[in-house]
């Protein structure tokens, strides 16, 4: 569940301040007709495996924003109390070309079926942990059109306080001939900053992760979109 790093951070930064928007996909013909867009897909296997992106976002003060991030497997570990696999996480924000933040992260799940537990991990050095408080699996094929819950998640600080919570919804929505974009929605609050997420996924006809494509982040009222 990479979105929930994505969640810490982007509300960490941005609730200090900034401002904001984007977003879009179409396409269109006359001779020889125009393609239909895919309709239906293949769910990606997880857990997804990222490869090094970046996406960057303007705020509504002219400040240029990016974020860099990257999911890869890792080592076997344990998780409260369960053995577990994990996937190792790094993620960057930066603005006007300067690291505004960085986070190290370990996600942890199970396979066969593919489970997510939980997500532990330091922001800017800051210790924290969330745990995947309930599950749904996505649908075998995603469908143009379809949304559904995904997960609920509760943040804890290095004392096992409470410090947020997380809830993520899916919907799928038309990209192109040859792909659809999964977008996994998230609603909740950290350390009393209200936040929602949306997090766009290019998925090809057999299932296949053609890329992280856009990411939008509204904090206390203001939207930034990375793309």
Request: charge should be negative; proline fraction near 5%.
């Amino acid at each position: 569940m990479k979105k929930i790093t994505l969640t810490l951070i982007l509300a960490m930064v941005l609730s200090s301040g900034c401002g904001g928007g984007g977003g879009g996909g179409g396409g269109g013909g006359n001779s020889p007709p125009p393609q239909q867009n895919l309709k239906s897909a293949t769910a990606p296997s997880q857990p997804l495996s990222i490869a090094s992106t970046t996406l960057t976002g303007t705020d509504s003060s002219g400040n240029s924003w990016s974020v860099t991030y990257s999911e890869s497997p890792g080592a076997a570990g344990m998780f409260n109390g369960q053995n577990a696999s994990t996937s190792a996480i790094a993620l960057t924000v930066s603005k006007n070309g300067v690291v505004a933040s960085t986070e190290d992260s370990t996600a942890y799940y199970l396979t066969s079926p593919y489970t997510p537990l939980g997500i532990s991990g330091t922001t800017n050095g800051v210790a924290w942990t969330a745990v995947i408080t309930s599950y749904t699996p996505l649908p075998s094929t995603l469908t143009v059109g379809g949304s559904g819950p995904i997960a609920s998640a509760t943040y804890y600080d290095a004392s096992n306080n409470v410090i947020g919570s997380l809830t993520e919804t899916y919907t799928v929505t038309a990209s192109s001939p040859t792909a659809l974009f999964l977008n996994i929605d998230g609603a909740g609050s950290i350390n009393g900053v209200q936040e929602t997420e949306t997090l766009t996924y290019s998925i090809g006809s057999g299932g296949t992760l053609l890329g992280l494509t856009e990411v939008q982040v509204t904090v206390n009222g203001t939207t930034i979109t990375f793309k």
